[in-house]
């Protein structure tokens, strides 16, 4: 090789030198960007969940009841009197006449003071005749429990064992870092009957609701079965987030979708339930509805679908503080109000007798009101008798797609109405706007566009206004055998 050839050589290994050198330096800084980039406060993924099974295992109790069960209890009339099977389906039916007979059930709960409360579903111990209660192998077993107080809105129940000194765990926040979607779980229960048991997941999801008034279910794929139910839900720091309470599954069994009560909810109705055996909630009294997008047209000065739109206000706290049908609560107790789900539960958690500083949205103009809550418990019923649906009418087309009466004897007595003001819808189109809107004949129109109508001629004038002010949209207040709601109606 020439001295030219050679120095052209080593001159292409010093330039791929460099671009190595420069290609490496850029490698590391994009990975040194990387982990700066990585959240600082990251939950690492567990090597083992020993540790914290050991820490809390101590307090998880396993629960079974026994409840009695009048005789009889198999098929009954399966073959006519006379039949050579007769005998045969009596045996089936009880094979020991008419008597009555234990049924067993099992379930989960954990403790949660060392005198010995203890929480779980109430679900798992309702009707029972006998609780009795089991502690973590090692511990007692078959201590009989007094049922100190339920509550069915939440399905949450606290028990009472004569016992001291005894290992408990605590509620940790479940609105706090450590419930967060994606972060650990683990659940500890009673599975099938089959003794203590663990298993770990994430939080798959947050503020799910279910069927209850007061729903703030937290979602986890850690394996919850039956015999779960009462268990703890605990977060890496050995804290209870939720209690677990259902499943969702076609075949009984554990597919990665289960539900715990959360403990922003379950703390203060335990708390409540020690203190009193009952809850105590406090309460508006208002009935309230959600904002639809289609009514934020006809509503002054609202913007966007929030806040809880009131269709009624009794004698009650409410009405004692200034609040009217139509004012749309946007803020209750320093809490922006999204939705009325939002607002029943912050108002539920309030203590009874709490004075509560709210912001109401009234014509446009926004209204500053206190209340002083009343409690749910024994004031709802009154103020809110049960009401009966209107029955249907057949349909057809008039004004807004409904055919309007003022309230005649007659219509009074065919629709059930009573004492009432207002206009009477006697048709619905099928085609209508109001059809869609679940408005049928018997429904009474009690205000449109915020103003009283007693005439058609009332409603027509209210919907000219509307046109003339530009909106798409008159606000109809609707009652139906005495329950009022608001609903948004299109007028072009």
Do not use: C
Not at 286 to 310: E, F
């Amino acid at each position: 090789m020439t001295s030219q050839a050679l120095a052209v050589q080593t001159a292409e290994y010093q330039r791929r030198g460099m671009l190595m050198t420069m290609m490496t330096a850029a490698a590391m800084a994009t990975a040194l960007l990387l982990s700066q980039a990585s959240p600082s406060n990251a939950q690492a993924r567990p090597v083992t969940f020993a540790d914290l099974a050991e820490q809390v295992s101590p307090s998880v109790v396993n629960i079974t009841t026994s409840t009695t069960i009048a005789g009889k209890t198999g098929p009954q009339g399966v073959v006519p009197e006379g039949s050579p099977f007769e005998d045969f389906f009596k045996d089936l039916q009880d094979p020991e006449g008419d008597a009555p007979r234990k049924s067993e059930a099992l379930g989960s709960g954990f403790v949660v003071s060392a005198d010995g409360y203890i929480v779980t579903n109430n679900h798992v111990i309702e009707g029972a005749d006998e609780i009795l209660i089991e502690f973590f192998p090692g511990g007692e077993a078959g201590v009989p429990a007094t049922l100190i107080g339920t509550d069915k809105n939440t399905d949450i129940a606290v028990l009472k064992v004569d016992l001291e000194d005894l290992p408990f765990v605590s509620f940790g926040d479940s609105n706090a870092p450590g419930a967060r979607v994606g972060d650990w779980v683990m659940a500890m229960g009673n599975p099938l009957g089959q003794g203590f048991s663990v298993s770990a997941g994430i939080v798959s999801a947050r503020n799910r609701a279910l069927s209850g008034t007061y729903d703030d279910y937290i979602q986890t794929d850690a394996a919850i079965n039956r015999g779960n139910s009462g268990g703890p839900l605990f977060n890496m720091d050995g804290d209870v987030v939720g209690v677990n309470t259902a499943i969702l599954s076609p075949n009984g069994g554990s597919i990665g979708i289960g539900f715990a009560m959360s403990s922003a909810v379950v703390e203060s109705v335990v708390d409540q339930l020690k203190e009193f055996g009952e809850t105590r909630r406090g309460w508006l009294g208002v009935r309230i509805q959600d904002v639809t997008p289609d009514m934020v047209d006809a509503i002054d000065g609202l913007d966007m679908a929030k806040g809880a739109l009131v269709t009624d206000v009794p004698t009650g706290p409410a009405e004692d503080a200034g609040m009217v049908a139509g004012d749309l609560i946007t803020s209750f107790d320093g809490i922006d109000i999204k939705d009325t789900r939002e607002l029943v539960k912050i108002v539920g958690n309030s203590p009874v007798g709490k004075e509560v500083p709210m912001i109401v949205l009234r014509n446009g103009e926004v209204i500053d009101l206190t209340v002083v809550l009343g409690r749910r418990e024994t004031s709802e019923a009154v103020a809110f008798p049960a009401s009966t649906e209107a029955p249907a009418a057949p349909e057809s087309e008039n004004l807004l797609g409904m055919s309007l009466s003022e309230i005649t004897p007659d219509l009074t007595e065919q629709f059930g109405l009573g004492d009432v003001i207002g206009l009477v819808i006697t048709d619905i189109a099928a085609d209508s706007d109001a059809a869609t809107k679940g408005i049928i004949a018997g429904d009474l129109i009690v205000e449109a566009g915020r103003q009283s109508v007693t005439t058609v001629a009332d409603f027509e004038a209210q919907i000219e206004a509307a046109r003339e002010a530009g909106r798409k949209s008159i606000l109809l207040l609707l009652r139906r055998g005495g329950d009022p709601r608001f609903e948004a109606l299109l007028i072009d």
